[in-house]
């Protein structure tokens, strides 16, 4: 009897855990064939610094340490061994440590990378089970399913969940946080509370974003709050008690990681600049649909939503908002759900830095199980029963079927909105599809080639060297050490440009307009939506360009390189080609 008991209690969420399961299986994948990620880079190695050494000096003024600290903690199996006179140690370079730990300590990067990684994976598949019971307990088992079936399936979830990403801790965090707070409302009990005040303070020490929060729940609290006078002074006596218990935990958790309380409060008070919409440095110009700006777009997270999420994902969200006015009790649950979303997309919106969609990716937890009240809608049959499960089931089906066929380059996945992988450096760039985690698949697509020789302009601060071998520099990322260090030979047999997408797109660059050229000009091939590779071997005219290139940035010897080289396959010469060469004194 006890045996048939707990099958019926288990039965019904074994659907969830092959969820679940997918979307480790999807990460792994995702995980496997990717070098770091740009931001990855300083994550790791400064993680690596706080288990192997003690100390959290790296990268501590830029983010808070826990999620870092939990990708070291998970490279401590490897046994690698910590020196002082590791590059970019002594000067607290993370960027330079972390290049030194993946590429000069010894051992295997992409082996470094998978134990980095396994705290986020554990982090997502955590953030899963969250949302499939909040959905279970709003609306029932079939919209727990198809919450978690969005969610799994999710490409940026996928994406996120593969790589070192403090993002994907702030939506853990902000997500529970929420969920506990709803539930000390909805129960008056005082330990959800305690719990959400600990997810708040735990998502702080994790990265400054997570101060989006805290409105997010004062207007949910407030929406749930009457009239009542004394209900009120409540609702605002248990907020304090929430907000001071989350500022006291991250203030606990940086004192632990040797933080001054002074320093602590400088971290956040350089980061709310960037909440208020003015920077407190330059950064890049932002990329939005064609456009380079250094300015604000306030499109940019609505514009982004729209083509990176799948359109069955945007088709449910758009039946959900019909079933939402009609789900009775339910109904009082949105505040809890959407507040979040709000002001997760409101406050990017208006910052000046716009730099990929991951600064939003807390609103999709949420997103699913507001979504979820679809199957809900169905289940209370204001519409018939099967008609609308069916509905469900094959947009569900087709959302997965997406994610699916983009493997293992989920980071790349646009929807048929903005042309797909291939057109989707039309609309974003940055780390919305060209965050430098494709060095793998360039270096296999450049050795069926037959390893050509090639000039790179690549936004990436993996090591090049490692990858695809001996390369001439033409644009490099600020954190990368030794630039410009090789010349190709004078005469090679077959020679390619590498651009990335962001670069492509004139983002990041002194001048937007850089790359212009190359819209005259068919690619060879464009890897996984973010490098594109031109055959510049016989191009007279895109070795003049160089030329040119290399001269602004004042690097004699591949200028004259260039300019020899553009003279050597036009006869006559070129007229811009010349007067360079006469420049630099040839």
Not at 101 to 123: E, T
Not at 205 to 217: D, N
Not at 308 to 328: C, E, M, N, V, Y
Request: charged share 15%.
């Amino acid at each position: 009897m006890r045996y048939r008991d707990l099958s019926r209690a288990i039965l019904p969420h074994l659907p969830a855990a092959a969820l679940l399961a997918c979307l480790a299986c999807q990460a792994v994948m995702v995980g496997r064939v990717h070098s770091n990620a740009y931001d990855e880079l300083a994550y790791v190695g400064a993680g690596y610094s706080y288990a192997a050494a003690g100390t959290y000096g790296l990268d501590i003024a830029e983010h808070p340490p826990l999620y870092k600290a939990l990708a070291g903690a998970a490279l401590m199996p490897l046994q690698i061994p910590f020196s002082e006179k590791a590059l970019g140690w002594a000067e607290g370079n993370s960027y330079r440590f972390g290049s030194w730990l993946l590429y000069r300590s010894g051992f295997d990067p992409m082996r470094i990378l998978a134990f980095a990684r396994i705290p986020n994976l554990v982090a997502a598949l955590l953030l899963g089970i969250g949302v499939y019971l909040w959905a279970l307990q709003l609306f029932g088992l079939p919209a727990a399913y198809l919450s978690l079936c969005l969610f799994c399936f999710e490409p940026l979830i996928v994406t996120h969940a593969s790589f070192v990403s403090l993002d994907m801790g702030v939506a853990v965090f902000a997500f529970f946080c929420a969920w506990l707070y709803e539930r000390h409302d909805e129960s008056g009990r005082y330990p959800p509370l305690v719990g959400a005040a600990l997810m708040l303070g735990l998502g702080l020490l994790t990265k400054a974003s997570m101060l989006m929060v805290v409105p997010a729940l004062a207007l949910a609290s407030a929406a749930r709050t009457g009239p009542d006078k004394k209900a009120r002074l409540a609702a605002a006596r248990d907020f304090a008690f929430f907000l001071a218990g989350g500022v006291l935990v991250a203030l606990l958790g940086m004192r632990l990681a040797g933080a001054t309380p002074a320093a602590t409060a400088r971290l956040v008070l350089d980061r709310l600049p960037e909440l208020a919409g003015k920077g407190a440095y330059p950064l890049p110009p932002s990329f939005l649909m064609g456009e380079t700006r250094q300015g604000t777009f306030y499109s940019y997270y609505a514009v982004a939503v729209l083509v990176k999420s799948t359109l069955p994902f945007l088709i449910l969200a758009g039946l959900s908002a019909a079933a939402w006015p009609r789900l009775g009790s339910a109904r009082g649950k949105w505040a809890w759900i959407f507040a979040p979303v709000f002001f997760f997309l409101l406050i990017p919106s208006i910052s000046h830095k716009q730099l990929g969609l991951r600064y939003a990716l807390a609103i999709y937890p949420f997103l699913c199980v507001g979504i979820s009240a679809v199957a809900a809608f169905s289940a209370r049959r204001l519409l018939p029963v099967p008609a609308l499960a069916a509905l469900c089931a094959m947009l569900a089906g087709w959302h997965a079927g997406e994610t699916l066929a983009a493997l293992p380059h989920t980071h790349a996945y646009f929807n048929e909105l903005a042309g797909g992988v291939s057109g989707g450096h039309r609309w974003l760039v940055e780390s919305d599809l060209d965050w430098g985690q494709d060095m793998p698949l360039l270096g296999e697509y450049l050795r069926k080639e037959g390893r050509p020789e090639t000039i790179t302009a690549l936004m990436t601060n993996a090591d090049l060297d490692y990858w695809i071998g001996p390369h001439q520099d033409l644009v490099v990322p600020w954190s990368i050490g030794d630039p410009y260090s090789h010349v190709n030979s004078p005469e090679p047999r077959k020679e390619y440009l590498l651009v990335s997408a962001t670069y492509r797109s004139g983002c990041g660059l002194y001048d937007t307009g850089l790359f212009k050229w190359l819209d005259e000009r068919r690619p060879e091939a464009l890897l996984a939506g973010s490098v594109f590779v031109y055959d510049v071997t016989k191009d007279a005219s895109a070795h003049n360009r160089l030329g040119l290139i290399y001269y602004a940035l004042r690097q004699w010897d591949l200028a004259l390189r260039e300019c020899r080289r553009a003279a050597s396959l036009s006869p006559g010469g070129i007229g811009k080609a010349a007067k360079t060469c006469r420049l630099i004194g040839t």
